[in-house]
């Protein structure tokens, strides 16, 4: 099992191995693309003296135009490619420098929460150990717990009066009678039928014996309204009883000095969401202007495509072609020469030409994974993971890291992995009452966490601790209102 913060190391060495693989790739990919070029422009140089050599210097001169614009492209294309990326370089260099500086800032306030967490942490278990002999303390958990039973007891009576008043008002309901003279509210003061109405409605209130029936379907209805009433008077008590234990424990803990490390504590994790926030927007921006860097390297920017197109184009021109067919025919050993470098230079163009396609789909690979993984990072950093208080197993960390990386699992499918498997270890936990049990066969308030993981998209860390938030069954200093666990 490794901490938070040693599983994100082992997840920035990926992201770092990547970004190598991806540059020794780029490299690759550049050098094919100037060889090409080089390579195209021995072809056209290799044209030019073919046309010299088979109509004459002053013949070849409608050809050598259209030769020197296709030479120019290509110094041009190399000399605008290279401007390109130097500019997009230096952004990369200035946001990096930008990303470094917060990634270093991070992980102080990493290790410094991390400190004061252990802290908060020793000075809780020893505040603990003072209130545990505490004959107040444990009346005020003693009180909470028995607060929560009464409250627990009342929902279980409200929820057997409910079913029973769904099995027992059945009959009543079905009876299409009697339920036609209880929706006029026949036998109270809203009731208003008169005359021959009136005496109809009396017929059949005998048929049906409304007048014993009615007051036993009213207790039906009556009897889960009054009990829900009580339910809400005891969850408010037992409010009550968990907020003046929290009160407590807050009060008890201010006078440790507790309360203030908690204050900084809380002061950091909110400068840790700041910071993982902007690190966010920072890395996004950065894999945008990486995107933009290998599309022009790999020569499928629009400027890119354009200026190849264009020496193609030339380099395809009938009367080039025709002069390649002429010299074919023709037995002259010095012009065989010249079209067979020209075939040697078009095979070698070919052959580079499919391995840099190859390359550029390595690239994109690489790419894609390097984004799903920093993906992953980004959530695992924003929502605070990376404290030690969470661990995780090395080998799934491996197992996973490696499953994305040969393409067989999401970043996604990582990330909902990672959270669900991973394993938090709480602080210290309020003592139980002399009450064995709590009202559903486990401990009820007495144990619990004084520190848990705070929910939010901001991720980090909340204290739930003596004195925060409201009573949770079973629960000990969690944040949230009270629950019994039954249906409130």
Do not use: C
């Not at 700041?274 to 950065?286: P, Q, S, V």
């Not at 924003?382 to 990386?405: A, H, I, Q, S």
């Amino acid at each position: 099992m490794s901490k938070g913060r040693k599983t994100l190391q082992r997840i920035d060495a990926e992201v770092a191995s990547l970004r190598k693989e991806e540059a020794e790739v780029a490299a690759e990919i550049a050098g094919i693309g100037d060889r090409i070029a080089s390579l195209r422009a021995e072809e056209i140089a290799a044209f030019r003296e073919l046309a010299a050599f088979r109509f004459g210097k002053d013949g070849a001169a409608s050809l050598g135009g259209k030769l020197d614009r296709a030479r120019s492209e290509i110094a041009r294309l190399k000399a605008a490619r290279d401007a390109a990326l130097s500019d997009v370089g230096r952004e990369i260099e200035a946001g990096a420098a930008e990303i470094e500086q917060l990634e270093a800032d991070r992980a102080r306030l990493s290790r410094e929460v991390a400190d004061l967490h252990a802290r908060i942490d020793a000075e809780d278990a020893r505040l603990l150990a003072t209130l545990a002999d505490d004959p107040d303390y444990k009346a005020r958990i003693a009180a909470v717990e028995a607060a929560e039973k009464v409250a627990f007891e009342a929902e279980r009576k409200a929820e057997l009066a409910r079913e029973d008043r769904i099995e027992k008002g059945a009959p009543y309901e079905a009876d299409p009678l009697f339920m036609y003279l209880w929706k006029r509210g026949y036998g109270t003061q809203d009731y208003h039928g008169r005359g021959l109405i009136r005496m109809l409605d009396a017929w059949v209130a005998r048929l049906v014996r409304y007048h014993d029936a009615r007051p036993n379907y009213y207790m039906l209805l009556e009897i889960p309204e009054r009990l829900g009433e009580h339910v809400t008077r005891t969850r408010e008590a037992a409010e009550e009883e968990a907020g003046r234990l929290t009160a407590f424990e807050a009060e008890k803990r201010g006078q440790a000095g507790i309360l203030e490390i908690d204050e900084k504590a809380d002061a950091d994790e909110a400068a840790l969401a700041a910071i993982a926030e902007k690190l966010t927007d920072l890395i996004a921006a950065r894999t945008a202007l990486e995107t933009k860097r290998a599309t022009i390297n790999r020569g499928e920017d629009e400027a890119s495509q354009s200026a190849i197109a264009s020496i193609v184009e030339v380099l395809q021109d009938t009367s080039l072609r025709d002069l390649h067919r002429a010299a074919l025919l023709t037995p002259e050993p010095a012009d065989e020469r010249i079209v067979e470098r020209i075939d040697d230079l078009r095979e070698d163009i070919e052959d580079l030409e499919h391995d840099l396609e190859r390359r550029r789909k390595v690239e994109r690979d690489l790419e894609n994974k390097l984004g799903e993984l920093q993906e992953v990072r980004g959530r695992f950093v924003g929502e605070r993971y990376d404290d030690d208080r969470w661990e995780f197993d090395d080998d799934m960390v491996e197992g996973f890291l490696k499953e994305l990386l040969r393409g067989v699992i999401t970043g996604a499918a990582v990330w909902a992995e990672l959270r669900r498997r991973g394993q938090y270890t709480p602080g210290p936990t309020r003592p139980r009452s002399t009450t064995r049990d709590g009202p559903w066969g486990r401990p009820s308030s007495g144990g619990g966490s004084i520190f848990k993981p705070r929910s939010g998209s901001s991720g980090g860390f909340g204290r739930g601790g003596f004195g925060r938030g409201g009573f949770r069954t079973g629960g000990g200093f969690g944040r949230g209102g009270f629950k019994t666990g039954g249906k409130f």
